[in-house]
T-cell receptor, first 117, second 109 residues
Framework: GAVVSQHPSRVICKSGTSVKIECRSL??????MFWYRQFPKQSLMLMAT?????????EQGVEKDKFLINHASLTLSTLTVTSAHPEDSSFYIC?????????????FGPGTRLTVL | ELKVEQNPLFLSMQEGKNYTIYCNYS?????LYWYRQDPGKSLESLFV?????AVKQEGRLMASLDTKARLSTLHITAAVHDLSATYFC?????????FGAGTRLTVKP
């Protein structure tokens, strides 16, 4: 159980275009999903927390107009990188947390590698 | 804000040796997670530690949590090459989970 998928796994786009990444919880409902970004040889940095049916909460320094997050259902959250630039190239990882349970454990997707040319 | 210090950041070990990775954090978190990441991959959950004094073991890895000292350890016993990866600790303070910088472990024959 507790499987999270991401699509696409890799994407290459031209500078100035927008890219949408999907995160799905396959076998559980997730009221909360998280989006992380990881640059090479660095740790994961939380970008935003996404709650179903409400606006996402962004971490300090993350531009909400550039990284649009939509959590339209209990099993799907999307991250849209708008007007992408080469510095947005990174590994984007989502995670989802089931609504109940003492552990509060997050289950991670396989990640999306974005390359902006 | 929850701060996490993990050390060492780089660890090169000989096969068969033992070593410990340390994770210090700044708040009174009583939940902490350890993850493994292989190059180009996402995170793999290793341990979920939910209380002070929690100790969990899986194969050659053992994790512990001391919430009073705000410290978790990941102990490697008789390392093998397959353990080469980056290991992250992540304490969770009231649903605010933050990652350590990671420890890049290389196990050499």
């Amino acid at each position: 159980g507790a499987v999270v998928s991401q699509h696409p796994s890799r994407v290459i786009c031209k500078s100035g275009t927008s890219v949408k990444i999907e995160c799905r919880s396959l076998d559980f409902q997730a009221t909360t999903m998280f989006w992380y970004r990881q640059f090479p040889k660095q740790s994961l940095m939380l970008m935003a927390t996404s709650n179903e049916g409400s606006k996402a909460t962004y971490e300090q320094g993350v531009e909400k107009d550039k990284f649009l997050i939509n959590h339209a259902s209990l099993t799907l959250s999307t991250l849209t990188v708008t007007s992408a630039h080469p510095e947005d190239s990174s590994f984007y990882i989502c995670s989802a947390r089931p609504p109940s349970g003492r552990s509060n454990e997050q289950f991670f997707g396989p990640g999306t590698r974005l390359t902006v040319l | 804000e929850l701060k996490v210090e993990q050390n060492p950041l780089f660890l090169s070990m000989q096969e068969g040796k033992n070593y410990t990775i340390y994770c210090n954090y700044s708040t009174t978190s009583d939940r902490l997670y350890w993850y493994r990441q292989d190059p180009g991959k996402s995170l793999e959950s290793l341990f979920v530690l939910l209380s002070n004094g929690a100790v969990k073991q899986e194969g050659r890895l053992m994790a512990s949590l001391d919430t009073k000292a705000r410290l978790s350890t990941l102990h490697i016993t008789a390392a093998v090459h397959d353990l080469s990866a980056t290991y992250f600790c992540a304490p969770d303070d009231d649903n605010d989970m933050r990652f350590g910088a990671g420890t890049r472990l290389t196990v050499k024959p």
